[in-house]
């Protein structure tokens, strides 16, 4: 049984329709990636698998559980990082994680954390004074510190250096390779290529491709998954 | 150590590094009482104010300076600001409901104000002899209602702002009328007589807490008033209140 499974998915604001009969499933220990532009109904679709939006229709399991019947019971089994989502400035990065940690019931030990996400040196550091690179590996920290089972990561390179991007790269590997589930959403095409098993590509509120990077790169004939996302976005129009 | 108790002790870790508001709201309302004090005739019997001295009148509008500002200024500043960083949204996907961080920050709003209040009772007893308030429980009564409804307001401006500094705009509509009908910006005794009838009901209650002070007892009717203010107040920031 897959990890997530979304079937048919529909969610309009007001007259806006931002996700338009999206279907998709994700099994457990891959990387999968949600690919588009800006306003393509990535978030919306993530929001709706977290329980924070109730979709128009649609089914949608994760974990086995209704997001939005089941949202606490899922909370403790899925960390997540949001996209420009902060933390108070004078929050110092383990007293943030150690917090965090309090919120569930099987939680990961801070100091291997921080050890993992190479924050150690920062421990004592405020939020609010971190490097942007720095400040992703905390929010990956906190997506991480409830032991889930499934890390839905939005955005998660957005304004990050090249260096810093890799690094991140790099952290996510480490989480899959313990065996947890990922969630990608990015609009990065040599992110995606880089990490993700398989990809959907968002167009308007569609999938309008769904596969490995390579199979992607096949069906558009194209040498890479950027033109190949401009080749199957544009067919789409 | 349980959730609620480790967000508070965060959040009140937060509150003393950004120590403006903390120091203001235990230490201003009594600095203005000791200026207030220290102008020639506020410590002499008034016979326009009844053969009551100024300076007596004056506690309780120096306790509305304290509750506004924390209530209009601080609360809402510190709810509009955790929305606008995403910190709401980010504690939505947690297991803990993130209203656990509006409760800590009510919890140590209403400390600071209880310590700016018991510090400016202190001081006004020590350097003028205004005495303590006659009927102690009562007053305790007025001051949480007219806290509850002063936070509430806050709160709603919270709910209804979608950023700080419209949250700031939001409150200062209230904190204007507040303060005047409080009697801050001019002696209440000095007010136009309908001004003065309509600051009786006004949150947080400057008459009432005067009349539990002198010991001339509280028209329940203001208190009925005042909780009706916290009622609404409290049910309309619920309503209004958006995580995002």
């Given at each position: 049984m897959p990890l997530i499974e979304v079937t048919d998915l529909r969610k309009s604001y007001g007259s806006r329709v931002a996700v338009d009969g999206v279907s998709f499933t994700v099994e457990r220990g891959e990387i999968f990636g949600i690919l588009g532009t800006n306003g393509a109904g990535k978030t919306t679709t993530v929001?709706?698998?977290?329980?924070?939006?109730?979709?128009?229709?649609?089914?949608?399991?994760?974990?086995?559980?209704?997001?939005?019947?089941?949202?606490?019971?899922?909370?403790?089994?899925?960390?997540?990082?949001?996209?420009?989502?902060?933390?108070?400035?004078?929050?110092?990065?383990?007293?943030?994680?150690?917090?965090?940690?309090?919120?569930?019931?099987?939680?990961a030990d801070v100091d291997v954390l921080l050890d993992r996400l190479d924050l150690r040196d920062h421990s004592r550091a405020y939020f609010g004074k971190l490097s942007g690179g720095q400040k992703q590996r905390v929010s990956i920290a906190l997506a991480l510190v409830g032991n889930p089972e499934l890390a839905i990561l939005d955005e998660l390179t957005t304004g990050l250096d090249p260096h810093a991007r890799r690094e991140t790269w790099r952290l996510v590997e480490g989480v899959r390779a313990t065996g947890v589930t990922v969630l990608l959403v990015t609009h990065f095409m040599d992110e995606a290529?880089?990490?993700?098993?398989?990809?959907?590509?968002?167009?308007?509120?569609?999938?309008?491709?769904?596969?490995?990077?390579?199979?992607?790169?096949?069906?558009?004939?194209?040498?890479?998954?950027?033109d190949a996302f401009v080749t199957l976005t544009r067919s789409a129009l | 150590m349980n959730t609620f108790a480790k967000i508070t002790a965060t959040e009140t870790k937060l509150f003393l590094r950004t120590p403006f508001m903390g120091i203001a709201g235990i230490l201003l309302p009594a600095a203005v009482l000791l200026a207030v004090g220290a102008i020639p005739g506020m410590t002499e019997p008034s016979?326009?104010?009844?053969?009551?001295?100024?300076?007596?009148?004056?506690?309780?509008?120096?306790?509305?300076?304290?509750?506004?500002?924390?209530?209009?200024?601080?609360?809402?500043?510190?709810?509009?600001?955790?929305?606008?960083?995403?910190?709401?949204?980010?504690?939505?996907?947690?297991?803990?409901?993130?209203?656990?961080?509006?409760?800590?920050?009510?919890?140590?709003?209403?400390?600071?104000?209880?310590?700016?209040?018991?510090?400016?009772?202190?001081?006004?007893?020590?350097?003028?002899?205004?005495?303590?308030?006659?009927?102690?429980?009562?007053?305790?009564?007025?001051?949480?209602?007219?806290?509850?409804?002063?936070?509430?307001?806050?709160?709603?401006?919270?709910?209804?702002?979608?950023?700080?500094?419209?949250?700031?705009?939001?409150a200062l509509i209230a904190f204007l009328p507040t303060m005047f009908f409080g009697g801050v910006y001019l002696p209440r005794a000095l007010l136009p007589e309908v001004l003065q009838r309509i600051g009786d009901y006004i949150p947080p209650g400057t008459q009432p807490l005067q009349d539990a002070w002198v010991g001339t007892g509280v028209q329940p009717l203001q208190l009925v008033v005042l909780a009706g203010f916290a009622v609404i107040g409290t049910a309309l920031a619920a309503r209004f209140f958006r995580w995002e």
């Open positions: 929001e709706c698998l977290q329980g924070l939006r109730q979709a128009d229709s649609g089914e949608i399991s994760v974990l086995g559980l209704d997001p939005a019947a089941d949202r606490t019971a899922l909370t403790r089994r899925v960390g997540v990082q949001l996209q420009e989502s902060q933390l108070p400035a004078k929050l110092r990065v383990r007293e943030a994680l150690e917090l965090f940690a309090s919120f569930y019931p099987d939680p290529e880089r990490l993700c098993d398989r990809v959907a590509i968002f167009d308007a509120g569609r999938v309008v491709a769904t596969g490995t990077p390579a199979e992607l790169r096949a069906t558009a004939g194209e040498s890479t998954l950027d | 016979p326009a104010a009844g053969g009551y001295r100024f300076i007596d009148a004056w506690v309780p509008s120096v306790i509305v300076i304290s509750l506004a500002m924390l209530a209009l200024q601080s609360i809402p500043g510190a709810v509009a600001t955790y929305r606008e960083q995403g910190v709401l949204r980010r504690l939505a996907t947690t297991p803990v409901h993130p209203v656990n961080l509006l409760g800590a920050q009510l919890l140590i709003h209403v400390v600071v104000a209880l310590a700016g209040i018991g510090l400016t009772l202190g001081v006004a007893n020590v350097a003028y002899d205004v005495p303590m308030p006659k009927h102690p429980l009562l007053f305790l009564l007025t001051l949480l209602l007219g806290m509850v409804s002063m936070f509430a307001f806050g709160l709603l401006a919270a709910a209804i702002a979608r950023t700080a500094k419209a949250a700031g705009g939001f």
